[in-house]
């Protein structure tokens, strides 16, 4: 019986060429971040980009769906108006508020994009 029985592969001595392939790639690769003009964006900032979406986004889509709403209501003689479409933008507003509670509690590791 071996006496390493981890059954793990024993550490080998770094080789000196992929040592310097990865430099030469990691090189290349900012070389050509730097032509192509592509840089990894901030991860705050496209939180914030969410955030403010959802906070405009979902109340505006409340208010439309109200809106549809009032209207086809408004078809059968019945006059509700501002009702339906208050309700449903304050409702819009609650479900931005839950979605932004949401993305910010399952935020990603800065560099794991």
């Known amino acids: 019986m071996a006496e390493d029985e981890s059954e793990e592969v024993p550490k080998l001595p770094p080789d000196a060429r ?27 900032t496209r939180i914030a980009q969410q955030a403010f979406g959802h906070l405009i986004g979902a109340p ?6 109200g809106w549809g709403l009032d209207s086809l209501v408004g078809l059968t ?9 208050l309700l449903m ?5 609650g479900v931005g508020v839950r979605n932004i509670m949401r993305i910010t509690k399952t935020r990603t590791p800065p560099g794991t994009e």
């Open 18 to 44: 992929l040592e310097s392939l990865d430099q030469r790639l990691e090189r290349l690769q900012q070389v050509e971040a730097k032509r192509t003009g592509v840089t990894r964006p901030d991860p705050g």
């Open 60 to 65: 505006v889509g409340g208010a439309v769906i």
């Open 77 to 85: 003689g019945h006059r509700t108006f501002p009702l339906l479409t």
């Open 89 to 93: 933008l304050f409702f819009g507003f």
